[in-house]
Every structure is written in structure tokens, then in C-alpha cells.
């Protein structure tokens, strides 16, 4: 009888056991699953975060460089002296004029600019087109010496055309000279200090 009663007790307090090792175990589970469930969330929404940062900084360096339609990086101011004869059967006339003009080499268009960010938003790539002459505009003129017959004027439109074809050679010679390089040159240092402000560990420019 006592046997019988002894081996009940040591069954029942295996089973006891075994009914709590399970619950550890199971608690251990549950616990180790909550904390895998945890970090995971955490990881999902740290790349969430970065990747609405990223995509806040390409917002606002695009917003920074769309401000200007165009980006003039140099000028250069010139002179000439241009000198219009015009000869008749039996008179001749000339106008001695002097004019001064401004080249203007740059981005023509900023939407050409293409930008390109890591995966961490710390690096900035921006490649641009090569600069282009942007204008080639008259600033003054004068003209300091003529000589006019009645019957032999030298128009204006004479003057004008011959200014305009002056300020084309000009305009030649100092694109010769490398002002689109000297542009080029300006454009990257321009565009790495305008991305300086927005914190980014590397920015890198460069000509498409």
C-alpha cells in the first residue's frame, strides 16, 4: 500500500515537473519571439526613417538648385573698336565706332543637373552639363568719329550689322581662349557650395 502510494507521489511530481519546464520553455519562446518581433520593428522602421531622410535631402538639394532657371558661373567684358566705310561714285563716308559687351558662359538649363544620393543620404553625387555661352549682349556704343555725305549715309542698320559680326569674332577668340573650361571649373565649386549647408559627409561634381 505505501508502495502503491509512493509511486503516485513520484509520478505526480514528474508530471508537476515536466507541466513546468514547459511553461519556462513556452515563456522562454514567447519572450525571445516578442524581442525578435521588437528588433525587427525597430530595424524596419530605422530604414523607414533613413529612407524618408534620403529622400528629404534629395527634396531639398532639388529644391535648391531648381531656384535658378539658368546658372550664370562667368562673365567677361570686352571692347572693340569697329570701323564702317561705305565709298559712292564719287564720296565716300565712314563711322569709327566704339562698343562694349559682356559674355555670359553657364548651365542653361538647371534641370539638366542630375543628382544622386547613398544609400545612407552621407555621399552626394551631382553631374552637370558642360557649361554653353549664354549670351553675347551690347553694353554701349559710341561713335567718335564720322565722316557723312549727303547722298552717301552709312545707316544704322550698317553700323548695327557690322557690330554684330564683330562681337561674333570677339566672342570666338575668347571661347578659344577656354572660358567654357574656366566655367566648367566655376560650375563645381559653385555646386559644392551650395550642397555644403544640407551636412553631407562627400560631395562629388562632376561633367556628364
Not at 33 to 43: D, G, P
Not at 95 to 109: C, F, H, K
Not at 127 to 143: A, F, R
Request: glycine letters at 4%; a neutral charge; one cysteine or more.
Amino acid at each position: 500500500m505505501n508502495e502503491k502510494k509512493a509511486r503516485s507521489n513520484s509520478s505526480g511530481g514528474e508530471s508537476f515537473a515536466r507541466s513546468l519546464a514547459a511553461k519556462v520553455v513556452l515563456r522562454a519562446v514567447t519572450i525571445v519571439l516578442i524581442a525578435a518581433a521588437a528588433f525587427l520593428l525597430a530595424v524596419w522602421s530605422l530604414s523607414k526613417f533613413r529612407q524618408a531622410s534620403v529622400q528629404n535631402k534629395r527634396a531639398a538639394v532639388e529644391r535648391e538648385l531648381s531656384e535658378c532657371a539658368e546658372l550664370v558661373l562667368y562673365k567677361m567684358r570686352y571692347s572693340d573698336i569697329v570701323t564702317i566705310k561705305k565709298r559712292g561714285a564719287v564720296t565716300k563716308a565712314f563711322s569709327i565706332v566704339r562698343y562694349s559687351g559682356v559674355l555670359r558662359a553657364g548651365i542653361e538649363n538647371i534641370r539638366d543637373i542630375e543628382i544622386e544620393l547613398s544609400a545612407d543620404g552621407k555621399a552626394l553625387l551631382v553631374k552637370i552639363p558642360p557649361s554653353v555661352l549664354l549670351g553675347n549682349d551690347i553694353q554701349s556704343q559710341e561713335v567718335f568719329d564720322e565722316q557723312q555725305r549727303l547722298f552717301n549715309r552709312i545707316s544704322t542698320q550698317e553700323v548695327f550689322d557690322q557690330i554684330e559680326a564683330a562681337k561674333r569674332e570677339a566672342a570666338e577668340e575668347i571661347l578659344a581662349d577656354g572660358l567654357l573650361d574656366d566655367a566648367d571649373a566655376r560650375a563645381k565649386q559653385v555646386i559644392a557650395a551650395l550642397m555644403k549647408p544640407f551636412g553631407f559627409e562627400s560631395v562629388s561634381v562632376e561633367l556628364k
